[in-house]
Structure formats: structure tokens, C-alpha cells
Nanobody, 114 residues
């Protein structure tokens, strides 16, 4: 089982990115999914999570009002729309199951810099 993150990049402060999380070898439909990030020299922290049907979401205080998590079960993908990005959002972003986490993927690098 593996999750593949994509959509990261270099963006200026105030910019936007839309990250995607897609599985390899299984279906996401039955799983609540979380987005996590790890900044240089820091531990991994939770950013946002979504339940199986997408009707319940949660956000870390640091991203509330700027990030939006969503899922398209027909496309077997979970998204993280990130707006009003700040330099402190710079990190490698990962997705994983909320319960029964599987080995972490490669993540996708997000760099916010002018």
C-alpha cells in the first residue's frame, strides 16, 4: 500500500497551490485521510483531515481559513487547496490514513519564498 503526493512547488508569499494525494494499490474511499507536513529541522505535524464521505473536516489553527481539504472518491483522490501561503508553510507535505497509518510516501515539497 502506498500513497503518492503531488502538486508542490515554489510559490511567492500570498500564492496558492493545490496538492493531490492518490493511492497505489488500494481505494481511499473507506479511509479518513490526513495531510501532514514537516518543515526543515522540525517534527511532522498534522495540517488537516477529512472523513470518508468528505462531510467532516478539521484544520490546524495555523492553516484555518487558508487551506481547504476535499476529496473526490470517484477519482480516488484527496486534495489540499492552499491559499494565502506564508513562508512558514514551507515544508514537505504528506498524506496518510488517519487510522492504521501506512508507510510514509515521498511527500511533495512546498516552498514559499519571494
Amino acid at each position: 500500500l502506498q500513497l503518492v503526493e503531488s502538486g508542490g512547488g515554489l510559490v511567492q508569499p500570498g500564492g496558492s497551490l493545490n496538492l493531490s494525494c492518490a493511492p497505489s494499490g488500494f481505494t481511499l474511499t473507506h479511509y479518513a485521510i490526513g495531510w501532514f507536513r514537516q518543515a526543515p529541522g522540525k517534527g511532522r505535524e498534522g495540517v488537516s483531515c477529512i472523513n470518508t464521505m468528505g462531510g467532516s473536516t478539521n484544520y490546524a489553527d495555523s492553516v484555518k481559513g487558508r487551506f481547504t481539504i476535499s476529496r473526490d472518491n470517484a477519482k480516488n483522490t484527496v486534495y489540499l487547496q492552499m491559499n494565502s501561503l506564508k513562508p512558514e508553510d514551507t515544508a514537505v507535505y504528506y498524506c496518510n490514513l488517519l487510522v492504521g497509518q501506512i508507510p510514509w510516501g515521498q511527500g511533495t515539497q512546498v516552498t514559499v519564498s519571494s
